[in-house]
């Protein structure tokens, strides 16, 4: 019970407290293939690894996988990224998707000034 509970709590944390990202950067088998600013629409036809293939599809401020030619799919059921660290992963595909960066108005300071 008490592992349960800290579970919810840190991840209810983690959404709380990340910060919205700036960019999604596409990866294939290792290797940056592409990368686009959140805030512009896009549909992306992502070629996997041996052949395979994914569609990213960046809408209002969010990434997420349409459809993909792995048996499972599990990569499509993961839903919307548009934090920080957040990713969506086809591994027999090899695809990773990534949100990185923060948004321009972001005013947080990695520094303290006197």
Known sequence: MFLTLTSVVMLIGISLFSK???????????????????????????????GGENILEVKDGKAHLTDASCPDKLCVSMGYINKSGQSIICLPNKVVIEIKGNTKDNNNFDTISE
Not at 20 to 49: C, H, M, Q, R
């Open 20 to 50: 919205k990202g700036a960019t999604v950067v596409v990866s294939v088998d290792g290797k940056e293939v592409a990368s686009f600013p959140l805030d512009e629409d896009t549909v992306y036809n992502i070629g996997g690894y041996h």
